[in-house]
């Protein structure tokens, strides 16, 4: 049904930027909503942002709000996470998924990508 492939992790100091995205194929992107989600070693996978088929609405983890931006090119099939002022606490593999709709749990997803590692020194 679709296929998600993340890009754009990497290793960047406390208070730096990072765009990750997510590219998508398959059928009816434009009908999905999209999220990113994070899983750092020993933790669970939480919820990070998501945002609906339009764009027209998005959402945002509490420990991320202010700081990270979530927004979608259905033309270009891609779903992007702007990452700034990054702690050391947003060290994690970062996932974006496909779901209708969005919402915040991980279970309501059924797409996945591989994921993309993050990691923030201080």
């Known amino acids: 049904q679709a296929q998600l492939v993340e890009s754009g992790g990497g290793l960047v100091q406390a208070g730096g930027s990072l765009r990750l995205s997510c590219a998508a194929s398959?059928?009816?992107?434009?009908?999905?909503?999209m999220g990113w989600f994070r899983q750092a070693p020993g933790k669970e996978r939480e919820f990070v942002s998501a945002?609906?088929?339009?764009?027209?609405?998005?959402y945002y983890a509490d420990s991320v709000k202010g700081r990270f931006t979530i927004s979608r090119d259905n033309a270009k099939n891609t779903v992007y996470l702007e990452m700034n002022s990054l702690k050391p606490e947003d060290t994690a593999v970062y996932y974006c998924?496909?779901?209708?709709?969005?919402?915040?749990?991980?279970?309501?997803?059924?797409?996945w990508g591989q994921g993309t590692q993050v990691t923030v020194s201080s």
């Open positions: 998924a496909a779901g209708r709709p969005a919402t915040t749990s991980p279970h309501d997803y059924a797409y």
């Open positions: 398959g059928r009816a992107f434009s009908s999905y909503g």
């Open positions: 945002i609906t088929w339009n764009g027209g609405w998005t």
